[in-house]
């Protein structure tokens, strides 16, 4: 590892040398290459964590150029995760990334999130991060809930049985009504921030902030300690008491 490279991030006292010796040793999947995955990956590449996969099955596209920083417009038509793990690569040579041109599914999460020390949420789409937090909850793997619309941004780090779960939360993350969503260029870039800082805290062993809630327009920040529901279909207490007594 080069002292050098990482040498202002070490002298941070919540983070310090030990902080840095221990991210180069984790493996991070980010499940989505767009504005909020790509924002990610830049930053975790950066910040010296040991390695990355990265998994997204579209291609760039010109409405992606205004909320992202790695992509130009000689990548238009290409593939997210592989333009993603060619630029970054040169980026820090000593991070190992990945980029895998695939959709996830049902039938296939289980094999590309296997060897995750964390899951990073890239995506847009409810039905994808559900089954995030299934494959989370199941294989108690934590991941990073991020999401964006207009000039809001939400991120909740989960803790698989100890946290909230994203099933626990979504009665309260709005559901747009049109099929593209609205988004401010500067938004996806604070919140990846965000969401990468959550990351690295659950990384170290530290306790997530809870559901965080940035307005990028109106400055307004909030976070919310939302307690387990123990009634959720997912995590809830009374679900897993029931799944023990069916296994005896």
Same mark, same amino acid.
């Given at each position: 590892?080069?002292?050098?490279?990482?040498?202002?991030?070490?002298?941070?006292?919540?983070?310090?040398?030990?902080?840095?010796?221990l !991210?180069?040793?984790?493996?991070?999947?980010? #499940?989505?290459?767009?504005?909020?995955?790509?924002?990610?990956?830049?930053? %975790?590449?950066?910040? $010296? #964590? $040991?390695?990355?996969?990265?998994?997204?099955?579209?291609?760039?596209?010109?409405?992606?150029?205004?909320?992202?920083?790695?992509?130009?417009?000689?990548?238009?038509?290409?593939?997210?995760?592989?333009?993603?793990?060619?630029?970054l690569?040169?980026?820090?040579?000593?991070?190992?990334?990945?980029?895998?041109?695939?959709?996830?599914? %049902?039938?296939?999460?289980?094999? !590309?999130?296997?060897?995750?020390?964390?899951?990073?949420?890239?995506?847009?789409s409810?039905? !994808?991060?559900?089954?995030?937090?299934?494959?989370?909850?199941?294989?108690? !793997?934590?991941?990073?809930?991020?999401?964006?619309?207009?000039?809001? $941004?939400?991120?909740? $780090?989960?803790?698989?049985?100890?946290?909230?779960?994203?099933?626990?939360?979504?009665?309260?993350?709005?559901?747009?009504? #049109?099929?593209?969503?609205?988004?401010?260029?500067? %938004?996806?870039?604070?919140?990846?921030?965000?969401?990468?800082?959550?990351?690295?805290?659950?990384?170290?062993?530290?306790?997530?902030?809870?559901?965080?809630?940035y307005?990028?327009?109106?400055?307004?920040?909030?976070?919310?300690?939302?307690?387990?529901?123990?009634?959720?279909?997912?995590?809830?207490i009374?679900?897993?008491?029931?799944?023990?007594?069916?296994?005896?």
């Amino acid at each position: 590892m080069s002292i050098d490279r990482y040498r202002r991030q070490t002298l941070v006292n919540e983070f310090g040398e030990k902080g840095q010796e221990l !991210l180069a040793r984790k493996h991070a999947i980010i #499940i989505g290459g767009g504005g909020l995955g790509s924002h990610s990956a830049n930053l %975790l590449t950066r910040i $010296g #964590i $040991g390695s990355i996969d990265i998994i997204d099955d579209d291609i760039v596209d010109i409405t992606n150029l205004h909320r992202t920083s790695v992509f130009s417009e000689h990548d238009i038509g290409k593939s997210k995760a592989l333009i993603l793990q060619e630029k970054l690569r040169d980026v820090n040579t000593k991070v190992r990334i990945n980029g895998i041109n695939q959709k996830v599914t %049902l039938e296939n999460i289980w094999s !590309l999130v296997r060897h995750a020390d964390v899951i990073i949420d890239g995506t847009d789409s409810i039905s !994808l991060r559900l089954l995030i937090n299934d494959v989370s909850i199941r294989h108690n !793997l934590p991941w990073v809930y991020s999401g964006v619309n207009e000039t809001v $941004g939400m991120v909740m $780090g989960i803790l698989p049985k100890n946290t909230s779960c994203f099933q626990c939360i979504i009665n309260d993350i709005p559901k747009p009504g #049109i099929q593209e969503i609205p988004v401010f260029g500067s %938004l996806p870039a604070t919140i990846a921030a965000i969401q990468c800082n959550e990351a690295i805290k659950l990384l170290l062993g530290k306790q997530p902030a809870g559901l965080l809630i940035y307005d990028v327009w109106n400055q307004c920040f909030d976070i919310m300690d939302i307690k387990r529901n123990p009634y959720c279909p997912a995590c809830g207490i009374k679900k897993i008491d029931s799944e023990k007594k069916s296994r005896l």
